[in-house]
Nanobody, 124 residues
Framework: VQLVESGGGAVEPGRSLTLSCAIS????????MGWFRQAPGKEREWVAS????????CYGDSAQGRFVISQDKPRSMLILQMNSLKSEDSGMYYC???????????????????WGQGTQVTVS
């Protein structure tokens, strides 16, 4: 299983950015996937998850109302649309995937087995 994030970059506050995660070798798209982020000197923070084949979506407090998580199953991609970006949104963003089916919102790092290398987002 390989996860590769892209779409990060430097943007001004208030702008939007779309992150993508290309997934290969992963046949369990309905099991649950998510986005996390980590700022320098801080712990990894859960951002959003999608599970139950897309029927379940949940967001962390910082993402609620501004970010949108989605899946592009034909292209085997996980998407994170980020709007109204703030300086505190800066950090390395990681996508993650589960190895087992999630019936409820997976929001902890140990809920996920597979991880990408991350893509940097800087808002300033």
């Amino acid at each position: 299983v390989q996860l590769v994030e892209s779409g990060g970059g430097a943007v001004e506050p208030g702008r939007s950015l779309t992150l993508s995660c290309a997934i290969s070798g992963y046949p369990y798209f309905s099991y649950g996937m998510g986005w996390f982020r980590q700022a320098p000197g801080k712990e990894r923070e859960w951002v959003a998850s999608i599970y139950r084949g897309g029927d379940g979506i949940c967001y962390g407090d910082s993402a609620q109302g501004r970010f949108v998580i989605s899946q592009d199953k034909p292209r085997s991609m996980l998407i994170l649309q980020m709007n109204s970006l703030k300086s505190e949104d800066s950090g390395m963003y990681y996508c993650a995937a589960r190895r087992t089916y999630a019936a409820s919102c997976p929001r902890n790092s140990n809920d996920f087995t597979y991880w990408g290398q991350g893509t940097q987002v800087t808002v300033s």
